[in-house]
């Protein structure tokens, strides 16, 4: 058989130009890309998890971004109409004004936490410490009696009272003038341990 330059080029080709199908990553990635949903498919998270992420940020030293989250998920809630109040949304508004210095309205968050829910020993406990910190030694007693009160057992409200305690003495001391001058050192000293 006897085969001319130009009949070959006429003669149909022997394979075709076809790209062979992708296999691998590169292909799964396109099927999986091509199976994709145009809409959101994302579930919204939970109240719990959204506390839980805000109490990270502010153990993690973040508490504006923590104060943020926060006012957007108030006005989330306020938004949509829940009813009742987020009693761990409010308990980490109280912290996240604290480790931001914002003590007094710290205390406005841990007030109303007590006055919603004045079982829960924690919003005492920190409302207490809050007052530590501003010298009202009184005012703090209270409120970390009241902890007790919920919570005969816990531990950090008979610390933080203790503390307290300590300061009345030394107030005390102080008052005395020269008697109680000696006493009112040592007290200082323990408070600074």
Not at 24 to 43: E, H, I, N, Q, Y
Not at 105 to 116: G, V
Not at 160 to 176: D, K, Y
Request: aromatic share 6%.
């Amino acid at each position: 058989m006897n085969v001319n330059a130009q009949s070959l080029t006429e003669v149909e080709p022997i394979f075709e130009n076809t790209p062979a199908p992708e296999r691998g990553w590169k292909g799964l990635a396109r099927v999986l890309d091509a199976l994709t949903p145009s809409v959101d498919t994302s579930l919204p998270l939970t109240p719990r998890q959204i506390t839980q992420r805000i109490e990270a940020l502010i153990n993690q030293g973040r508490p504006a971004e923590a104060l943020e989250a926060i006012n957007k998920r108030l006005a989330q809630r306020e938004a949509r109409a829940e009813i009742g109040v987020d009693v761990q949304l409010l308990f980490l508004q109280g912290r996240a004004y604290s480790a931001l210095g914002q003590h007094e309205q710290a205390i406005e968050s841990y007030r109303q936490l007590t006055i919603f829910y004045p079982e829960l020993p924690e919003p005492w406990n920190n409302l207490g410490a809050e007052y530590m910190r501003q010298g009202k030694a009184e005012m703090a007693r209270e409120a970390l009696e009241m902890a007790l009160t919920a919570a005969p057992s816990f531990t950090t409200a008979k610390v933080n009272l203790g503390e307290v305690q300590l300061m009345l003495a030394e107030q005390a001391f102080s008052s005395a003038g020269n008697a109680g001058r000696v006493r009112s050192e040592q007290t200082q000293q323990l408070l600074q341990q």
